[in-house]
């Protein structure tokens, strides 16, 4: 390497741009990967892959004995919360939320406020790869959520099997 290829290096190193993205970088790899096991309440025996994304930890309640896969988000809102009951199965990219963007015409998306709503899940819940849970709904004990459905309204029915966009009951757990 020539002198001027190392200066080039080591300016580029102690560059103010370069010092805050990677202070930014620590500070996101902090949030989503470290601070969130001392905010958010558990019970025991959780396990979340180290590819789980989690945001306002301390507005999420996880029940015992659940597991949270990889590449799962579990986003919580400021003013919002997500609550996971016990014996909880989340296949890999599940994705939960408590809260959403507003779409009204004539405003820019990013500009608009966006909508808080709690999000419960139940008890012996199994959701399966790749599903999606919207904000503000609430999930039954027992239910089976399909891989790739999008849950946008509350499943009351105990113990039933969801599937499709929009997620509907197509049956039941049986004995």
Known sequence: MKVSQLADVVRALLSPSHIRH???????TMYEHVVWRFTMRHGRGLRVHPTASIRYPRNVTVG????????????????????????????????????????????????????YEDTTIGNDVWLCGGCVVTGGVKIADGVVVAANAVVTKDITEANSIVAGVPAKVIGKRHP
């Open 22 to 28: 990677r202070f930014s970088s620590l500070g996101h």
């Open 64 to 115: 015992d004995n659940s597991h949270i896969n990889m590449y799962c988000s579990v986003w919580a809102g400021e003013k919002s919360r997500i609550t996971l009951g016990d014996n909880l199965l989340m296949g890999p990219c599940v994705q939960i939320y408590a809260g959403k963007h507003g779409i009204r015409l004539g405003e820019l998306m990013t500009s608009q406020p966006r909508v």
